[in-house]
Each structure stands twice: as structure tokens, then as C-alpha cells.
């Protein structure tokens, strides 16, 4: 691409553009300009993939002249509907009667604690007695021992010791050695294998470990990740902005959402006659925005058909504490690559923002590279090091997560207490969201195996589809606008993650207070009916 | 480059190689290799653009295979020397007598905390409390009180209203709105000019905002960016990984660091000349590092010049408080071209990981746009949106370094007091250490004017830089190893930085405590002497 005329850049974004539509994911572009929406979403339609030109001809950095990798990148999950749900939010703080409901339900993203989901208290105890030490010293302890338990003064103190008592010093590049050493201990007791520090590297949240990944894999235009079918759009998006192919493969929504060994080949021969160089693929697992949890017996036969196939693995697995069913339970990439002895290449990714933690503002999380070839890991030091480190309350945080309160501590009753009443209250909204949709007219839906998502399917009046696709959006977009505006509900649609074409899906949390639950489904319930009435003749 | 073969690519990139080299900014691979360094070094080594192939011919991710800009990418902070610092420091940590040094003396990265300087208490506390906002409630705030002033407990309320008591919560990805409209009145007080928080982003670090920037920047391998020699390795890090060109240009010791507009016109009219598209200019003000102040009439001079070839300009302007002298004050970008009325494109970069607050590990910092077209601003809340937010306490951090305590609050004379300390001292140790290092014979170093580092120059016994080139060492990361293998103190070669061909530097931070200010500059003169009485009768 990067040698070629400006011209043929252009041709082959379109190319590729066509072949991302032909998997539903929709294009940001022609979904928002048609909506005419305000200002705020104006500036988002602006940012898609047909932005007209600058006026301004006087500018250097246009959105000719950019980086067209970023121009053509999409992300939904903060794209135009967030947007238009952040201007009702600021319209109902100035008139609060201007609209039909008396709040914004935010069910575009995984964001507990902005839905009142409260932090585990042990964690932050930690995490303050870090920032202000002076509580831990002779003139303050004993006042600080009316606040706060024992064993998170003597964690912080421990905490502190790693970091040589400078909590506001640059770390190791690729996080505290011994935080390292404590994500190690935690996925030997998860797995039943040995895992090593020397692999794990903290990072800003596992976002930023999938994009250092994914640059590391990334040497050429030809280079074709496998990206399954609904995705987390993370991956399009990075793929995009690295100029690299995304090699999609469907999820089986008839089958819980388990992989298609059947159709993964026909992704990757597909990808490959085409001249495509597939190195790795993506799993997402529990999924996102699917909710469904993979059984061990398919993480197997993907385990082996990238041995066959010579694929890493990109195991994306920060719902692993998310699990709903007995029936699905977590089982990591790395345990069966360990099981089976395999060779394969594997990064596995985890995070401080999800499970009941939720500790999303912070940014922490981790990878573990299994069976990566040494000088590709000390390449991974060095483009760790320009970066200097990952914020340091956030490695912090992912030693709390992977090293809590044990039976016997003082603090161990109240974590186990708040860990259990977020997980039972989580699990009661997944069953009731997903029973929700799924019993209305022209919708289906998964029950949540786990992570904090259900993905229901919409089928929607062909005149609806038809008025949408007359003013160029996408269907599945144009339902979700038309459901922010009604109800002041915000989810994202199904294809900012891709589904199979011809169906259309929205991606909803259950984050919602329960006790906003009612409202909240009778509200979408209401819109849904009212949306198919006004079409129904046409049915 | 991207679809040109392999073979081309890397002819390409030993082209690159060559014409960095014409700036004396050395390979980190050459000068490690030949160093016989332990594992860790190696390993470092094998992070080089001369790596051997990978041994084991059936992984997929190898050195060979892998993105081979991030292959060739150097870091030097970061590098050999600090990778050896670390080694000896466990060594010392085992047997305390091994080594002719009693503890390792990092002067390689300006990492204030990590050499003891105390956070400012303020800031601690504000961060401490909205990790526990328990602290804040109605059952524990009276005790609360006998540990925290006033006003840090309104200030740590304050930022929780920020955030509708979620600290734990994505914010928004350009950063929490209330911070940012702090910031924009930070700068207007600063530079008696508006500034608006719409063109303020926060991010992760004043790293974090330049990556992002430049690779907004960097539409096509043919794109140049014009950076200072010696330059932050930042930049042409970024650059390499970006498959983008560095168009170097010289700082003038001989006349403090200053930029010559001569040099300037030089370097940009040779780039062109070749074809590259030169779209914008770095400069960092103060000096990184190199310690210079640019002053205002030199900046004028630089709006002009990028106004006149219209170039973007990115002033690094991280170290804006870290001034040391009368003579040459600080003077932000944004007000000079304000005082202009330009409408030169400019990004200005600042951190807490520098000035008094030295708050490294907690990754904060923003960028503010000028003159940015609306388009492209929409462009980058689309590229902050995939990496959903930088972390909270970073951007609350931010909010306290331009909104500190005022005359009359409860914390006022102890945040004053704190900075002040910090401040004098660094000045104090910048003076020593600057003529410390210029009253040595085949020494001279400029006065640091600002920041945390000066840059001497080492004129090198011709015997000793044969003895080097023998080795394909670098002279001066041959002589800086040879520093921390005999002092225990870390340096970066200038090398590592950019200076003129056939001179050589190195970068020292003054940053160690006073108190060891003696040892240090006495073990760094046994060295130095001593090495060149063993050259002397060659010199």
C-alpha cells in the first residue's frame, strides 16, 4: 500500500471496504451521515472513511493528507450513537422534561462503576495507602489503623517494598518484576502448569497489549489476521490503522457461539488463495460481544488447527471470571496448549477492567507469550521500553486481582462478600436481559455463557430495511438511533462487530442496576412493539 | 516500503541505517555485540537489527518474520547500558563487595523519584482519597480529618463530582471534560492567550500524545519529520516503527543549544531535494538532551520558518518548569504564535513526569492542538476512542499540576515549600554537575539553562576510538560502559541521541541526592582521568 499512488491507496481501501461489508461490519461513515444528527456526530461522521475534504485548502494535516490508515479505521462501541446518547445526557442536565425518558441507560460498553457498580473496597484501600505513605508511617499508623485493615497496610507496605518505596517512579518496562512474578503463581494455580514472569508483561490495559501484539505480527499490507465474526472491534480497528488484512471467520450464533472448525477453514484456504499471509488468529474468549464461553473440546481443535496451519493464537480472555453456566465453564488457551504439549505460539491477554473488579479507568492489564521465540521477546522489551512503562497503579491493581485476601486475613470476609453479591447480581441480569429479548417478537438471543454481553438478533420489517438502506445506513444503526431517541437506551449495533450478512444484531450490556432493570426492559420492550406496529401490515 | 520485497525493505532500511549513522546516532545492535555482555545484554542484542535468525525454524513469529520496523528501531534509554545497570545492581544485591562501587548510580533516565525525591504531599493525598473515597463518608471522614487538610479533602470530593463518583470508570477518551477546562485556563494564564478545552487531550504521558500525533502525521513511508541532533530517541524510535523518514537538523552547542534558521533551511531543502514530503518540525524547549532554553526571538524565528515552508510544528515542552537561569525563561510555542496571530498548525506536548512533580509511573499528560483542522481533530477522538481513556489518576494528577493549592488554602505552604526544595536543588546539582564536568581536561559541557540533563562533550584519546571502531563499538558507549563497569554510574551515550559525526557526548541527569553529589562526581573524574592517562602518551 505505502508505495503506491495516493489513487490506488484509495482503491484499495474500497476493496477492502467491500470485503469488510460482505461480513456486516458496517461502515461508521455512511451510518452517521445520514442521521443527521448534531454537531458532536457531525464531527464523528466527519471522522469515517468519506469525510469530505478540508475546506480549509491552507491546512497542512487535512484529512486528505493524514494517515489514511486511521481515516478508514472504525470504532462503534464509542462511535456515533455514544456520541448522540453523551448530547441527550448533557440536554437532560439542562432541561430534564425535554424527552420521552429521564435518563441515559449507557449499554454501549463494559463499564461497571459508571453504572454504580462499586469498587472492591480492598483494592482501593491498597491502592490509597500507596499513594499517600505517609499513613504508614510512625506519626500516622495509628490513626490509619482506624481506617483501614491490617493485612492492606501490610499489603501496601509489600507493594511499596517492589517499587523500592517510589510508587511515583518509571517501572521496569515490562512491569514490577515481582507483580510479574505474582501473575506467574496465578495462572500456575488457574492452569495446573508452570508459567514463568519471564513471559508476562503488565500492560495499559489489555487493549494495549492486543495493539503491541498485533504490531509485533504485522510486517507487510499481506499480512491477514483471523478475526471471528461477530469481533470486538478493537481488532478491525488496530488491523486498519496497521494497514494489515483482517481474515473473518463466523461464530455459530445457532450454537452458542462456539467455533466452526469447518468454517475456520474455509476463512483461512479462502484468505490464503488469495494470496493473503495468515499468521495468527484471534479468540475471544468468554466472547465479546457474543457472551458465549468456548468448551474445552473446541479450544482443542482450534489449538490444533493452528499447529497444522502454522497460526499464534491471540486467546483475548478478560472475561475469564465472567462465567454464568455450569455448563460452560473457563477453560484458558494456555491450559490446553500446556495439556496437549503443544508448540504453538499463544499470547494471552487479561485485564484489571472486567470480571467484578471493574477497575476500567485504571488501565492495567497483562499478557503471557507461551512458546515465543526469545529475540522476538526481547524485541517486545524494546518497543515496551519507548513507552517507559504501564501506569503504576494499575500493575498494582493486577497484583490485587491475581493475589487476593485468602481465607484468614482480615479482609477476606468483605472481598469474598462484594465479589459474590457483583457476580450473583451480574448473573441474574445476563439470564433476565437475554430471557427478555428472546421472548419478544422478531428477536432471539444467546443466553450469556459469560462476559457482560448479550448480542440478540433482530429481524427487522422489510420496509424498515429498505427506509434504511434508501437513506444509505445500515438497518441494525439506524434501530439503535431510533431506540437511543425513544428510550434513552445506548447499545451499539451489530454491525460495529460484524455479523452475517442479512441478519442484524445489537450488542447490549447488562450493567444496568438491577433495580432499573424493569424500566429499562419495559422501556425497549415498548420501542420494539411500537417499532414493529407502525410496520406490521407490512410483515 | 510496504509492497516493495523483503529484500528491498531491507535495503531500505540499511539506507535509513546509513543516513542515521551520518548523524552519529549509533546502532544499538554494533555497539552492544561487540561488548561481550551477560544474558540480559544479549538478549538485548538480539533485539538489534543485526539479529541472527532465530535458531528455531518452526516458529512463525521470528526475528525474520516479525515487523522489521520495530526490528530496526532503537531506544537507548533504555538500552544496553541500563539493561547492565541492572545486572550489576542484582549483583550488588548478592555480594555487596563484588564491585569497585558500593550501588548503582542511574543518571540514564530523568526518573526523579527513583533517586528519592519525595512526591508533592498534596497531590498524594487528593489521589489517596479518591482511591478511597470512603475516607470522604460520614463514618470515617472526622478521623479522616486528623490525617488530611481541608482542602485536599474538597479537592478529592471535586474530582469525584468530575466523575460522577466513578474513579473506576472509562472516562471520556479525550479525557475527563472538567480537567481539560482546567488545563485550557492553565495555559491561558501562562500565556496571557485563550486556550479552549476542546483542543486539549489528555493522554498517557507526553509519549503517548507524540505517538498518536505522529502517527497522524505519517501518511506514507516517503513523509519526513524534521527532529533536533541530539534529539530525544523518542522520536526516531517512533519514526522507524512508523516507516517514516527523520530529517535531522543540528542544535548549536556553540551557541547554547540554540537552533541555527540556516541549519534549518539546510535540512529541509536537502530533504526535499531527495523527494521526502517534510510535513512538520519537533523541537524540544527545554532541551532533551541537551538542557538548552530556546529563546522567544529564536522561537519566532521557527513560526516563521514553518510557516514560511508550512510545516506543523510539535514542541516537546515537557520540561517547561525545569528552568535554571535568568537569562533564558520559558516560553511556551502557543504563545508565541498567538503574539504572531499565525495560524501555523502546532501540537504542544506537557507531562507530570517532569517538573517538580516527577510523577513518572503515573502516566499522565496532554497535548494541546492549535490551528488543527476540525476534520482531523474529529480524526483523533476517533483514535483516542480505541484506546477508550488514559488512566484517572494520571488525568487527575494533570489537574493538580495546573491547578495546585493557592495563597491562603490550607496546603499552600507546605506545596510551596515542597516545589521550592525540589527546585533549588535541582538547580543547585544541574550548576555542579555542568561545571564539574566542563573543568575536566577533553571535557566541555554547557550549563543546563533547563530540564534534568546536561550533555557533555568528551573529546576521546584517538588511540581509544581506534581501539572502539575495532570493536565496532561506538566510542562513547565503549566509554559510558566503561563508566558504569568502573563508577556503577548509568549514562546514555550521545550516540544514542544524535551528534555531529567525530564528536562525543553523553547524557547524565543531575537527579542523584545531593548528598552523593561528591562520590559520584569523584568516582566520574577517577574514571575519566584515568582512562586518559592510560591513552596519554597517544594523545
Redesign the interface.
Known amino acids: 500500500?505505502?508505495?503506491?499512488s495516493l489513487a490506488a491507496t484509495r482503491a484499495a481501501f474500497a476493496a477492502h471496504h467491500r470485503y469488510l461489508v460482505r461480513y456486516g461490519l458496517r461502515t461508521f461513515s455512511t451510518t452517521v451521515a445520514a442521521m443527521q444528527l448534531s454537531s458532536a456526530a457531525t464531527?464523528?461522521a466527519?471522522?469515517s472513511s468519506s469525510?469530505p475534504s478540508?475546506s480549509?485548502g491552507?491546512?497542512?494535516?487535512?484529512?486528505d493528507?493524514?494517515?489514511?490508515h486511521?481515516?478508514t479505521?472504525e470504532?462503534a462501541?464509542?462511535?456515533a450513537i455514544p456520541i448522540r446518547a453523551d448530547e441527550l445526557r448533557e440536554q437532560l442536565k439542562s432541561s430534564p422534561n425535554s424527552l420521552p425518558f429521564k435518563q441515559i441507560t449507557a449499554c454501549n460498553?463494559g463499564?461497571?462503576?459508571?453504572l454504580?457498580q462499586k469498587?472492591i473496597?480492598f483494592l482501593?484501600?491498597v491502592?490509597?495507602?500507596m499513594?499517600?505513605?505517609?499513613?504508614l508511617g510512625p506519626e500516622?499508623i495509628e490513626?490509619?489503623r482506624?481506617?483501614f485493615p491490617e493485612d492492606a497496610i501490610e499489603r501496601a507496605r509489600r507493594n511499596l517494598s517492589y517499587?523500592?518505596n517510589?510508587?511515583?517512579?518509571?517501572?521496569h518496562?515490562l512491569g514490577i518484576h515481582e507483580v510479574r512474578q505474582n501473575v506467574a503463581r496465578f495462572i500456575e494455580e488457574r492452569d495446573g502448569f508452570p508459567a514463568s514472569a519471564d513471559n508476562i508483561c503488565l500492560t495499559?490495559?489489555a487493549?494495549?497489549a492486543v495493539?503491541r501484539v498485533l504490531?509485533?505480527?504485522?510486517?507487510?499490507?499481506n499480512v491477514g489476521i483471523m478475526i471471528p465474526i461477530p469481533q470486538y472491534p478493537?481488532y478491525t480497528?488496530?488491523l486498519a490503522?496497521l494497514?494489515a488484512q483482517a481474515v473473518p471467520y463466523y461464530l455459530q450464533e445457532e450454537n452458542d457461539w462456539q467455533l466452526s472448525m469447518s468454517d475456520l477453514e474455509r476463512a483461512l484456504s479462502e484468505a490464503r488463495a488469495n494470496g493473503t499471509d495468515v499468521?495468527?488468529l484471534v479468540v475471544i474468549n468468554p466472547g465479546n460481544p457474543t457472551g458465549g464461553c468456548l468448551l474445552s473440546s473446541n479450544i482443542s481443535e482450534i489449538v490444533r488447527f493452528c499447529e497444522k496451519h502454522?497460526?499464534?493464537i491471540l486467546a483475548d480472555e478478560v472475561y475469564q471470571t465472567n462465567i454464568y453456566t455450569g455448563t460452560n465453564p473457563f477453560v484458558s488457551f494456555k491450559q490446553v496448549v500446556a495439556q496437549m504439549q503443544s508448540?504453538v505460539?499463544l499470547f494471552s491477554f487479561h485485564s484489571i477492567?472486567k470480571g467484578m473488579i471493574?477497575?476500567?479507568?485504571?488501565?492495567g492489564g497483562y499478557y503471557e507469550a507461551v512458546?515465543?521465540?526469545?529475540?522476538?521477546?526481547?524485541?517486545m522489551?524494546?518497543?515496551a521500553?519507548?513507552?517507559?512503562?504501564?501506569?503504576?497503579?494499575?500493575q498494582m491493581a493486577v497484583d490485587t486481582m491475581v493475589n487476593p485476601p485468602k481465607k484468614g486475613d482480615p479482609s477476606y470476609a468483605q472481598y469474598a462478600a462484594e465479589i459474590d453479591a457483583i457476580f450473583q447480581s451480574m448473573r441474574r441480569r445476563a439470564k433476565r436481559l437475554a430471557t427478555a429479548f428472546d421472548s419478544l417478537p422478531n428477536m432471539s438471543c444467546n443466553s450469556a455463557q459469560g462476559a457482560m454481553y448479550v448480542f440478540p438478533r433482530v429481524t427487522l420489517p422489510q420496509q424498515f430495511v429498505d427506509e434504511a438502506r434508501a437513506k444509505g445506513v445500515e438497518p441494525d444503526s439506524l434501530y439503535c438511533m431510533q431506540m437511543l431517541e425513544a428510550t434513552g437506551i445506548s447499545v451499539v449495533p451489530g454491525s460495529g462487530f460484524g455479523q452475517v450478512p442479512g441478519t442484524f444484531h445489537f450488542r447490549s450490556t447488562f450493567l444496568p442496576p438491577e433495580e432499573l432493570f424493569d424500566d429499562f426492559i419495559d422501556g425497549f420492550k415498548r420501542f420494539h412493539m411500537g417499532l414493529l406496529a407502525r410496520y406490521s401490515p407490512k410483515i
Open positions: 500500500m505505502h508505495c503506491s464531527a464523528a466527519a471522522a469525510t478540508s480549509d491552507r491546512k497542512v494535516l487535512t484529512v493528507t493524514m494517515n489514511q486511521i481515516r479505521m470504532y462501541v464509542r462511535g460498553i463499564n461497571p462503576q459508571q454504580a469498587p473496597t482501593r484501600q491502592s490509597a495507602l499513594e499517600y505513605a505517609d499513613l500516622m490513626t490509619t482506624k481506617l517499587v523500592g517510589a510508587a511515583g517512579a518509571y517501572t518496562s495499559t490495559g487493549s494495549g495493539e504490531d509485533m505480527l504485522v510486517s507487510s499490507p478493537l480497528a488496530t490503522r494497514n499468521r495468527a502454522r497460526l499464534v508448540e505460539e477492567s471493574g477497575e476500567c479507568g485504571r488501565r512458546n515465543i521465540d526469545q529475540a522476538v521477546m526481547a524485541q522489551l524494546k518497543l521500553s519507548v513507552s517507559l512503562c504501564p501506569n503504576v497503579q494499575g
